[in-house]
């Protein structure tokens, strides 16, 4: 594998479901991000992490709970969510948080709320 | 804070026709700037990016794009574009100095009909 990955491609979840996205690094990257991607919207930043702890958290709804155990894995746990979180969730990497560095992008997990 | 207008939702052109993609965005400080593609049903893909030097940059798939100062501006362009370059574009900035924490405009759909 190359690059960052995601799991699931997509999810169909009920209101009452817990489920989690996955997201890996291929990169030796020490950075990562998760992105929420509505219709019409720009690209929302949802969570930053740099070497495993979390330097941002954008306003995010409590039943979004990221998980960083290593700079390679991401995981962003779901419950209770609401129709409205129906999106396509990005994860991204960068070499770090310097300024000016790419962040490169997975093909991210289309999510459905029922 | 940063923010990044993209004026064209959307933009058909015929094959083999030049496009240029017009990207402006506002900041209190300087700034880098990014351009990502994204094809149907994959991530963001990393087109080129201005971190300083030459105004004018070229990146991967024969795009190019100019840092207008003056005028706030980092247009994409490319001189003949092929159906495969179907496509939304995004603008993006982050701050230097600074995290990387991009922030992105509402993309901008590329329509290439024969």
């Known amino acids: 594998e190359t690059g960052v990955t995601q799991t699931p491609r997509h999810l169909v979840m009920g209101m009452t479901n817990k489920k989690s996205l996955k997201c890996e690094q291929h990169l030796g990257h020490n950075a990562m991000y998760w992105y929420k991607q509505s219709a019409k919207k720009p690209l929302e930043l949802m969570f930053v992490?740099?070497?495993?702890?979390?330097?941002e958290n954008n306003s995010v709804p409590s039943r979004f709970s990221p998980e960083c155990p290593n700079s390679s894995h991401l995981f962003l746990h779901l419950h209770t969510l609401q129709p409205e979180d129906s999106a396509l969730y990005l994860c991204?990497?960068?070499?770090?948080?310097?300024?000016?560095?790419?962040?490169?992008f997975g093909p991210g997990t289309r999510l459905t709320v029922l | 804070a940063q923010s990044v207008t993209q004026l064209d939702s959307q933009v058909p052109v015929f094959e083999e026709a030049p496009v240029e993609l017009r990207c402006n965005y506002s900041?209190?400080?300087?700034?880098?700037l990014f351009w990502y593609v994204q094809y149907p049903n994959q991530g963001l893909q990393l087109l080129l990016k201005y971190l300083s030097g030459s105004t004018l940059v070229k990146g991967i798939n024969g795009f190019e794009a100019e840092f207008n100062k003056s005028q706030t501006s980092f247009h994409l362009r490319k001189p003949s574009v092929h159906i495969s370059d179907t496509a939304e574009y995004f603008c993006a900035v982050s701050p230097e100095p600074g995290y990387s924490t991009l922030t992105f405009g509402k993309g901008t759909m590329l329509l290439v009909s024969p």
């Open positions: 992490y740099n070497f495993k702890e979390q330097t």
């Open positions: 900041s209190s400080v300087s700034v880098y």
């Open positions: 991204a990497s960068s070499q770090d948080l310097g300024g000016g560095r790419p962040q490169f």
